[in-house]
């Protein structure tokens, strides 16, 4: 099965650049990489997708090694609304050719002024 | 135009009762995919349906728990015999289609049902 790592938490200050990463040793061939975004009592919502290199979006850059076993959010100059829990996703290696969906365990983000 | 949509946004049941969520995905989407997520953590996988194919129930914890999903849109999964451990806001999301169930495809998040049994 594959298994992600990320820190628990982490703190940061306004205007800040802040990088979360993810570790992923059995990532799939043809995977991707999501990350999404969850504020309290809401569902997850997506930030930024990558297979490789570098993604960037209006919103935050991934940096992807080429082994492609971890992967870097980073988000430019946080605000306090930026306080949220952050999750990487990626395919699981399982055979019978399904895929199951797994979420990091989360990095809960606390941005303060 | 509208999200994915769930019902009812909190329930309250007393612990061996049966509960039905329901989940409307987005318009269009073929893929619709069940989560758990207990108090203070991650999100746990459950089901998930790719269009009108058998979905994958595996990801289910127990025999207690069955999802359907009608006519490729509305979702409904069951809780039966409930248990205080089942306790928990479950999450439903859709996109617009899923390639074997990676993650490739974005997945819209509803809002969830927060499911307490006491």
């Known amino acids: 099965l594959a298994k992600t790592t990320q820190p628990i938490s982490m703190d940061s200050y306004e205007g800040q650049e802040v990088n979360i990463t993810c570790s992923h040793n059995?990532?799939?061939?043809?995977?991707?990489i999501t990350w999404y975004q969850q504020f309290p009592s809401q569902g997850p919502r997506f930030i930024i997708q990558g297979y490789k290199t570098k993604v960037t979006n209006e919103v935050a850059s991934l940096f992807i090694p080429a082994d492609r076993k971890s992967s870097t959010l980073s988000l430019p100059r946080v605000s306090l609304s930026d306080t949220a829990v952050y999750y990487c996703l990626v395919g699981d290696t399982g055979s019978g050719g399904y895929n199951k969906l797994i979420f990091g365990a989360g990095t809960r983000l606390a941005v303060h002024p | 135009g509208a999200g994915v949509s769930q019902s009812p946004s909190n329930k309250v049941t007393e612990k061996g009762k049966d509960v039905e969520l329901r989940c409307d995905p987005i318009s269009g989407h073929t893929a619709l995919y069940w989560y758990r997520q207990s108090l203070g953590q991650g999100l746990e996988f459950l089901i998930y349906f790719q269009g009108n194919s058998a979905p994958d129930k595996s990801g289910l914890p127990s025999d207690r728990f069955s999802a359907e999903r009608t006519g490729g849109s509305v979702s409904t999964l069951t809780i039966q015999r409930t248990q205080q451990e089942d306790s928990a806001v479950y999450l439903c999301?859709?996109?617009?289609?899923?390639?074997?169930?990676?993650?490739?495809?974005?997945?819209?998040f509803g809002p969830g049902t927060r499911l307490t049994v006491l």
């Open positions: 999301a859709s996109s617009l289609e899923a390639t074997s169930g990676t993650s490739t495809d974005t997945q819209y």
């Open positions: 059995n990532i799939a061939t043809n995977d991707y």
